[in-house]
């Protein structure tokens, strides 16, 4: 086993031998270069390490290239990896080679990247790293990061990854064949920082940042790639144990090079010395043809060169400018923000990607950047590059309103200050971390430690401001976003309707007393609002719900009507909250028709709903890029069509609730290609399941199955990732439930008999529901009873089926708000089937 060469203190007598022997090893013939290694480190493994793996750094980062597409007859060419055809050799990596390729069938003309790792390093280490790539990648969603399409193994053993083919160049390249002035090159190296922060938020880091990780497509967008040397921060190990076999030094941060732990700031710090080549045209830390030349910085630090200092003609003349004005650029903020992200110190360096993209955007702005200390002069400096018409014509009319400008600069520097502060906390726990967190298998306990923190945090700062408008905004939007994670209905969280119930109204408590044109506020009050009548209707509280909802139909109406076009609420146009109240509205109208099994409330609730679509149609075409919530609000037209079908009989309205729903289905599972996560996710399979149950009840059996199998298919990966979200293993049970249903509808009553048993043993045994949210588990803990009875019933069970309809009443009955024709509808199917008990067994 190598020792870990972190072990080793890195002193400079130690750095010296290291770099003779590393410039000897390098002049060394490549066939008796190990044995020069062993001969020169005999009696220091720690060194030898040291040695190889830089070796191995510096070939890589030589031989690793990927150049536009190229035909090269080498290595593999023609092989078929895993159902695609290896075309031409792209490049040699560290783990293997990388090929362009295209799909064997045929069905369609698509170009891929295909990597796979090479014969002769088919062994665990590699393997595992290999492996590693392709798990982090299928975490990644973003579009300035290469997509994972395909893995698996070949025929012949070889682990392989099939990738989005990136026809790019290295953004250093693009940007200079352009000639692209320094501001262009910052705006696209700010869609790499997202991209980074975006893996960081995944808790994802790269390690390996550099030019030719970083593709600019011909279109102008960046692409990140390689995440071979990647660390998943959650994991408990690290599949690359060595200094230099995760890097490229000349990139590489101090901490890095001397092998300490990973954190997001080595990422910054290598982000930082693109960004310097980027703009400066010059490496930060001298001759950057020196593979030793790194390793300086890990010994100790060094500052790095001053922008000015490293500017050349050329450069210059490649950023479409001359070499004063580069410099001009250079001296100010800029120097500021790069000095900051190379700090050696990462305690020094910034703390996210994030506040680096920042910056760079203020800089952009004329605004004050962080990295600067914040002085009533800069902030003043700052100001008057961004208003320097205003304050000219300001210097006209007299002092008088120079001071006043200056009391105006001072005041923006106490709002900024705090605005920096209210972003920190709002983001810190419950948007950037928890929002991101939450996507990642087996998080609930980290998710549950952040929920808590924030609350305790969030709890203390209330009080200590509370008539600050702008903190007060910012902790009623965090108090949403932790009743969400807490329990909100119909969606992938805890269940913890209790928890969600009290964050939920602390966060109308805060929005209350919004002004009428204070839309940020507004809109979080109608959000409340609608999430409390959401609670309150799954329990049965029509009344309340009604009365909740009527307040929120003002203010939500204002936002959709009076309210800027463009103005955003939790990411989504504030008019869709006017679509959510009134929907929020019909569920009231359907529980209420329902409990009243009163066919003319079940026609005001299909009024109250196409009145919705219509208002949902509207704003849909205004926002052409929100999501389809006409769909959601064609799911609940079709259950108040059910509604009518089931009082009429009338198989029209069945027929039409079935249109209703897969209209619902089809947008449902549009907005998930489109931004796939959990709960897209959740809402498509959801979507599917109630397509399922029309079916079933309209009498399309076959199609009924089809629709469930795919509800499924799309709700068990959701459920195995949150094992404890109690709102999601029940959406799986009730996934079970449909195709169950759809089953027997279909006559497949055997099979419908092992899915109902597995929704059966999914749900708690009746009377032992959470004593949180009661309501909907019993709920369905009946309905799968009901359906087994039918399915035990037609495969000769009677007994059973009168043991699970006995189940099913005994369910019913303990539901607050279960109503009456439900109960008639479960006695009478227990009186029949006991009669035919008796009859086929008089003794009993």
């Not at 792209?90 to 790792?117: F, I, N, P, S, T």
């Not at 209707?537 to 309210?563: F, M, T, V």
Request: net charge neutral; proline share 5%.
């Amino acid at each position: 086993m190598n020792p870990d060469p972190a072990a080793t203190s890195l002193t400079p007598e130690r750095w010296q031998r290291l770099e003779t022997l590393f410039h000897a090893a390098l002049a060394t013939p490549e066939r008796e270069r190990a044995a020069f290694l062993q001969q020169s480190c005999a009696g220091d493994p720690a060194l030898l390490a040291e040695l190889q793996n830089l070796v191995f750094a510096f070939d890589d980062e030589k031989r690793f290239r990927l150049p536009a597409r190229e035909a090269a007859p080498r290595g593999r060419v023609g092989e078929t990896v895993g159902g695609y055809i290896l075309d031409s050799e792209l490049g040699q990596g560290g783990m293997g080679a990388v090929y362009l390729a295209h799909r064997a069938d045929g069905e369609y003309q698509q170009h891929v990247a295909l990597k796979a790792v090479s014969a002769h390093l088919r062994t665990s280490f590699f393997t595992d790293r290999f492996r590693a790539e392709r798990q982090i990648l299928a975490n990644l969603n973003h579009p300035n990061i290469t997509r994972l399409l395909d893995g698996g193994v070949s025929a012949t053993g070889d682990p392989y990854l099939v990738m989005e083919y990136v026809e790019g160049q290295p953004i250093n390249r693009y940007c200079d064949e352009r000639l692209l002035p320094v501001p262009d090159r910052i705006r696209l190296f700010l869609q790499a920082c997202s991209a980074v922060a975006y893996a960081h938020r995944k808790l994802v880091v790269h390690r390996d940042l550099k030019p030719g990780n970083l593709l600019v497509t011909q279109e102008g967008v960046p692409k990140l790639l390689d995440f071979g040397t990647a660390k998943l921060l959650l994991t408990g190990s690290d599949s690359t144990t060595t200094r230099f076999g995760a890097m490229t030094p000349r990139y590489a941060s101090p901490e890095q090079l001397r092998g300490e732990p990973v954190s997001t700031a080595m990422d910054v710090y290598s982000l930082g010395v693109m960004l310097y080549e980027l703009v400066v045209g010059a490496w930060p830390f001298g001759d950057p043809h020196s593979p030793i030349a790194g390793l300086e910085r890990a010994v100790r630090e060094i500052d790095p060169a001053p922008p000015r200092s490293a500017i050349t003609a050329e450069a210059a003349r490649l950023r479409s400018t001359s070499q004063a004005k580069l410099a001009r650029i250079l001296d100010g903020d800029f120097r500021s923000v790069v000095s900051k992200a190379l700090e050696g110190d990462p305690r020094r360096r910034y703390a996210s990607v994030d506040q680096l993209a920042e910056d760079l955007r203020r800089s952009l702005e004329g605004q004050p950047v962080l990295a600067r200390e914040q002085t009533l002069v800069y902030r003043g400096a700052r100001f008057a590059q961004r208003h320097r018409w205003r304050l000219a014509l300001g210097a006209l009319v007299g002092a008088g309103l120079g001071i006043s400008a200056l009391t105006a600069i001072e005041q923006y520097g106490r709002e900024q200050r705090r605005m920096v502060q209210v972003r920190d906390l709002s983001q810190s726990y419950l948007t950037d971390i928890l929002s991101e967190v939450d996507r990642l298998p087996g998080s609930m306990k980290a998710r549950l430690m952040i929920v808590d923190r924030a609350r305790r945090n969030l709890d203390q700062l209330l009080p200590e401001a509370p008539k600050d408008a702008e903190l007060r905004r910012a902790l009623a939007a965090a108090y949403l976003q932790l009743a969400g994670i807490q329990g909100q209905p119909f969606s992938v969280s805890e269940g913890d309707t209790a928890g969600a119930l009290e964050s939920f109204r602390k966060a109308e408590a805060m929005a209350a007393h919004a002004g009428a044109r204070d839309w940020e506020l507004l809109g979080i009050l109608v959000r409340a609002r609608t999430a409390i009548a959401q609670i309150d209707n799954r329990a049965g509280k029509s009344a309340e719900a009604l009365r909740l909802l009527q307040s929120s139909l003002e203010p939500a109406r204002r936002l959709w009507q009076d309210a800027p076009p463009n103005l955003l609420v939790d990411g989504k146009p504030a008019a869709s909250l006017y679509v959510a109240a009134n929907l929020e509205l019909g569920h009231t109208m359907l529980n209420t028709a329902d409990a009243a099994n009163s066919v003319g409330g079940f026609e005001q609730a299909v009024v109250q709903f196409r009145r919705t679509l219509d208002i949902a149609a509207q704003i849909q075409a205004a926002h052409p890029g929100m999501p389809d919530r006409v769909a959601v609000c064609s799911q609940w037209l079709g259950f108040a069509l059910e509604g009518l079908g089931r009082l009429t009989g009338d198989p029209a309205y069945y027929e039409q609730g079935a249109a209703a729903h897969r209209r619902s289905a089809d947008g449902a599972c549009r907005n998930f290609q489109r931004d796939p996560k959990p709960q897209t996710q959740r809402d498509c399979g959801d979507a599917l399941g109630e397509l399922s149950w029309a079916l079933h009840t309209a009498g399309q059996g076959k199609p009924a199955v089809e629709a469930a199998s795919q509800s499924l298919a799309y709700l068990a990966p959701v459920c195995n990732a949150e094992p404890n979200s109690l709102e999601a293993q029940r959406d799986l049970a009730d996934a079970y439930f449909h195709l169950g249903a759809a089953e027997n509808t279909a006559g497949q009553f055997r099979d419908a008999l092992g899915h109902l048993r597995t929704a059966e043993s999914r749900l708690r045994p009746q009377g032992q529901a959470p004593a949180n949210d009661p309501i909907e588990t019993m709920k369905l803990y009946a309905d799968v009873e009901r359906e087994l009875s039918t399915a035990l019933l037609e495969t000769g069970d009677i007994g059973g089926a009168v043991g699970a309809l006995e189940k099913a009443l005994a369910a019913a009955e303990r539901r607050s708000a279960v109503t009456d024709w439900v109960l008639t509808d479960l006695r009478q199917r227990l009186e029949t089937a006991r009669a035919r008990l008796a009859a086929e067994d008089p003794a009993r």
